[in-house]
């Protein structure tokens, strides 16, 4: 299974200062979709995605980011 952390990380690096235009945030993650999406089924991605995301707000509640 890939780990999808490379790409979350690559995403976050990627985005522009505060505040993001919606339309430049939208085609960023648009983008990264795009790049994942022959990694495995729709549904797998999904978790993985999620999972991914789920980690990352883990590690900056307790501080680890």
Known sequence: MVSFQ?????LLKSLPPTPVD???LNDLVSNKLEET??????????AQWEYALKDDIFALAVGHK
């Open 6 to 10: 490379p790409h979350l990380a690559s």
């Open 22 to 24: 919606e339309a430049k």
């Open 37 to 46: 999406k022959n990694f495995s089924t729709p549904e797998i991605r999904k």
